[in-house]
Nanobody, 126 residues
Framework: QVQLVESGGGSVDAGGSLRLSCAASGYSSIVNCVAWFRQAPGKEREGVAAFYTGSGSTWYADSVKGRFTASPDNTNNALNLRMNSLKPEDTGMYYC????????????????????WGQGTQVTVS
């Protein structure tokens, strides 16, 4: 099993920044992709960013490109998500997810593609 724990959420004013962290433990070496999803009240969960170790590539949703940066923290076996220029529409519960893929593509950014999930951390932008 792989355990994922998110941290770093909070409340900020529009234009502010937050840094989320997703720490993996357990049999974390079996996963090669870590992704961030978010879910606003009354809306479906959507993919925000993903890091695939197989190619070292990073993917971002169009809505966060240029504002969010995902970066691996190999020392702490974590994936950080730096969020700048936050907007009210970024408000939601942010979840970390992980799994192992032979190949990664944007089609992997579906909730059902990931077996391992964290409990989520709330981000509120006002």
């Amino acid at each position: 099993q792989v355990q994922l724990v998110e941290s770093g959420g909070g409340s900020v004013d529009a234009g502010g920044s937050l840094r989320l962290s997703c720490a993996a433990s357990g049999y974390s070496s079996i996963v090669n992709c870590v992704a961030w999803f978010r879910q606003a009240p009354g809306k479906e969960r959507e993919g925000v960013a993903a890091f695939y170790t197989g190619s070292g590539s990073t993917w971002y949703a169009d809505s966060v490109k240029g504002r969010f940066t995902a970066s691996p923290d190999n020392t702490n076996n974590a994936l950080n998500l730096r969020m700048n220029s936050l907007k009210p529409e970024d408000t939601g519960m942010y979840y970390c997810a992980a799994d192992s893929f032979v190949m990664w593509s944007v089609e992997r950014m579906r909730e059902y593609e990931y077996r391992y999930w964290g409990q989520g951390t709330q981000v509120t932008v006002s």
